[in-house]
């Protein structure tokens, strides 16, 4: 799938397909760059598992991570990638299935 600029130049877009967890350091640079809410930031406890965030378990909580939330939203614009300082994310030309 071929897109174009306004100006009619061939672009592919770049898609988020996934963020390593190990490398993110959830600091939502790229959460602040989306405006489509492809990702969102989340917990990891220390049994390893993603959970939710919130006030009372911020104890349990080890580490923050951006995690995907809503991978069809992603139009392929590559800001989160630009603004990433760890390098943690999976980007493609392929869409998320329908």
Request: charged share 30%; net charge negative; with cysteine.
């Amino acid at each position: 799938m071929s897109n174009e600029t306004r100006d009619g130049r061939a672009w592919q877009p770049d898609y988020l397909l996934d963020i390593d967890a190990e490398k993110c350091i959830g600091c939502g640079r790229c959460f602040k760059v989306c405006g489509r809410d492809v990702m969102t930031l989340k917990g990891i406890n220390e049994d390893g598992d993603v959970v939710e965030l919130d006030d009372d378990e911020d104890d349990e909580v080890e580490k923050k991570v951006m995690v995907m939330n809503d991978t069809g939203a992603c139009i392929g614009c590559g800001a989160c990638a630009r603004v990433c300082p760890a390098n943690c994310q999976v980007h493609g030309h392929e869409q998320a299935a329908a």
